[in-house]
């Protein structure tokens, strides 16, 4: 199976906050969306599978504004942000299988200009992970909102392992970094040292301010098709060689789990290295979920880029850096590119495979991941070969 | 804590087992479901045993007792009822049964929590309606 199903095709829009983008949540998205299409060499007309990011969109009403009249696979993957490395998997199975031939992925937002975290926690019970269960147990506590569901895994973190506030920092510093290299980024030509990380603002203890990923506006999208067919094509296919998603038990219920550390990708990772047939190791950049911090460092650890406890010093000493031993979200990430929930680091990916990264090439890039995490801890990853 | 309209944050929909949950609180009883089969304790509230697969529990009175698991300060409040509360702490409770709650300790400032401090359930009328079980510090 490994390699028959290739990427072709990324499109992005500009990335901002002030003043918004100015358009709707769909129509950025199908602005993303034709720009991958076009860039795969397609047309509109030959997608006939679309994933949609969840609760951001039918797969109808994407059909009926880019002219699919013969779309014949619809699903979204429903993880949150782990969704668009988890849905490359379930594009890939559609076309390997004939269940469809060109599958667009598009996922995008105003989440700046439009409704904030605060006020969507606040007002849409189908938006919180657990519904119900969050409603009744968490929320009446002042338990509503990522940071501070995840903030109580980090602190356990810190508390087993020693991992210090340094070193989340450390993660906040590479990701700015990252960014003064992509002029895309929001954050591009605003540097930060991390005794700025340490004296912003405590959000949700360990979580200061700039622990947490950008609230923006923006969509990416990719265009996935069989080995076969992009041969068809005029661009550099990427191949998806594997694939893998999980969930952390119970999904559904943070606070009672045996193990707070294990999560989706913990099931995920050794999966998909398995199916890939190749190690950690062999890994040559990795695109990881960062909505915050220790979710980098928490991943970089149950993918088994280095032993679960070890993470804090893993990512200290510029080895996550580009040019590091194990280069992390060249393109800055949701901490200091944009938020684009997961899809733009499946874009820069491609882009590095390619040796499409302008000023931040990871040399020689031949294997990458992107993983992503989603609602309370889903996990996913794509590991991806040029 | 009586004034039910001064009461502006978000409640538990008293339906279903929260609302048994709930009810229990207001009797100042912590319950939680303990499968009448294998024995297992368990919560959030479920409709099966996920260890033994049985649909048979009772509502077992807890001891009430436990320690700091794990917390979180918030000191930005991502929901508006909770802006005037920061900075407070949701705080992951670990019951002597083995379950975790998440909860907040009312007698202990936010910087003086410690993981594996014992506390013990007291329960906050915030409404009419809703009682909900909280923490204090208790003797170790
Ligand atoms: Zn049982």
Known sequence: MAGQACIVGIGETDYCRKPGSGMSQLGLQLTAAVRAIREAGLEPAEIDGIMPFPNLGRAEEFAANLGCENLRFAATVHMGGAAPAASLQAAAAAVTSGMASHVLLPAGWNGYSGARVRQTVAQDLASIPGGAIARDYYLPFGFTAPPQWYSVIARRHMHEFGTKPEQLGAIAVTMRKHAQLNPRAVMHGKPMTLDDYLASPMLADPYRFFDCCLETDGAAAVVVTSA?????????????????????????????????????????????????????????????????????????????????????????????????????????????????????????????LRGEAEGRQVENAEIGIVTGWGDFGDGSIAILRR | ???????????????????????????????????????????????????????????????????????????????????????????????????????????????ALEIGMPVEVVFDDVTDEVTLPKFRRAPA
Not at chain 1, 235 to 261: H, M, V, W
Not at chain 1, 275 to 292: E, H, L, Q, S
Not at chain 1, 315 to 336: A, D, Y
Not at chain 2, 77 to 96: G, K, N, R, S
Request: aromatic content about 8%.
């Open chain 1, 228 to 352: 076969e067919r992009a041969r068809d094509l005029p661009g550099k296919p990427i191949a998806i060689l594997s694939g893998a998603c999980g969930q952390p038990y119970p999904a559904d219920e943070i606070t009672n789990r045996e193990d707070i550390f294990r999560t989706g990708l913990t099931i995920a990772a050794p999966e998909a290295f398995a199916k890939a047939g190749i190690t950690p190791g062999d890994v040559d950049f990795a695109m990881i979920y960062d909505c915050f911090t220790f979710e980098v460092l928490q991943q970089l650890e149950e993918v088994g880029f280095c032993k679960r406890g070890e993470g804090g010093s893993f990512v200290e000493g510029g080895r996550i850096e580009l040019g590091g031993e194990l280069p992390v979200n060249t393109h800055g990430g949701l901490l200091s590119e944009a938020h684009v929930l997961g899809m733009s680091h499946i874009v820069e990916a491609v882009r590095q």
């Open chain 2, 1 to 111: 804590m009586s004034e039910a309209s001064a009461y502006t944050k978000p409640l538990p929909e008293l339906e279903g087992h929260a609302r048994e949950f709930y009810g229990f609180c207001k009797q100042r009883e912590l319950r939680f479901q303990r499968c009448t089969k294998c024995r297992a304790w368990r919560h959030v509230p479920r409709e099966m045993c996920a260890g033994c697969g049985s649909t048979e529990w009772e509502w077992a009175r807890a001891s009430g007792r436990g320690s700091v698991f794990t917390w979180t300060v918030v000191g930005r409040a991502l929901h508006p009822a909770f802006q005037e509360d920061t900075p407070y702490a949701p705080v992951v409770v670990e019951m002597e049964e083995g379950v975790r709650l998440l909860s907040q300790v009312v007698d202990c400032p936010p910087e």
